[in-house]
């Protein structure tokens, strides 16, 4: 499975946009990129994914660097409930299926 | 509001003991995923089924631990005989892989199940 490399912590202030950064240097031309966050006491949750373009959802912004060795995931505007740990993989179902692996992610910290 | 069940959400247990974690996918998925997690190893993958049948299991201890579908709408994680270094919370996901459709969009966890073996 392709790595990923996250920090292990940041802080943002409320209210404040957040740059969550992923490394995935190895990454094949299949790799999808997956973002998921974990809050304290509860499972994974999807937050975003995408494969070569920019990606908008409800919660979040991916933006993939062109040569897709590294992504950013965005909040626009952090709130408390953003506190968790977020988690950047990489899955690529044709080739290796759709079970997916999880690094040590990045805890984000959310300061009132 | 569909989401993945799991039960018990808390075990105690003694060191010894046969250990039964359930799991009731989303209604459709037929995708299940079984994960454990403590805090020296993270999330760490022990199996994976695809239509009921297992496609992955590398990540299990096949000594003591078996994963199996009874059914589409019950998946099981089972622990014989357990140990203290078995503690853990254990999560459950469940997806959908379409025909056609590359992989599927994302997986959705359950609460958790959280064994302590004394």
């Known amino acids: 499975d392709a790595k990923t490399t996250q920090p292990n912590s940041m802080e943002s202030n409320e209210e404040e946009p957040v740059h969550l950064p992923c490394n995935h240097s190895t990454i094949s031309g299949t790799d999808y990129i997956h973002w998921y966050r974990q809050l304290p006491s509860q499972g994974p949750e999807y937050v975003i994914h995408g494969l070569t373009s920019n990606v908008n959802n409800r919660m979040a912004s991916l933006a993939i660097a062109e040569d897709r060795k590294s992504s950013t995931l965005i909040l626009h505007r952090a709130t408390l409930r953003d506190a968790a740990v977020y988690y950047c993989?990489?899955?690529?179902?044709?080739?290796?299926?759709?079970?997916?692996?999880f690094g040590t992610g990045t805890s984000l910290t959310v300061i009132p | 509001d569909a989401r993945v069940t799991q039960t018990p959400r808390h075990k105690v247990t003694e060191m010894g003991q046969e250990v039964t974690m359930r799991c009731q996918p989303i209604?459709?998925?037929?995708?299940v995923f079984w994960y454990r997690q403590t805090m020296m190893q993270g999330l760490e993958l022990l199996a994976y089924?695809?239509?009921?049948?297992?496609?992955?299991d590398s990540g299990m201890p096949k000594d003591r631990f078996s994963a199996e579908m009874p059914d589409a709408t019950l998946a099981t994680l089972k622990i014989q005989p357990s140990e203290p270094r078995d503690s853990a919370v254990y999560f459950c996901?469940?997806?959908?892989?379409?025909?056609?459709?590359?992989?599927?969009?994302?997986?959705?966890f359950g609460q958790g199940t959280r064994l302590t073996v004394v």
């Open positions: 089924f695809r239509n009921r049948a297992p496609l992955d």
């Open positions: 993989i990489l899955r690529d179902p044709p080739n290796t299926g759709n079970q997916f692996y």
């Open positions: 996901a469940s997806g959908l892989v379409q025909t056609g459709v590359r992989g599927f969009t994302e997986a959705f």
């Open positions: 209604l459709g998925h037929n995708t």
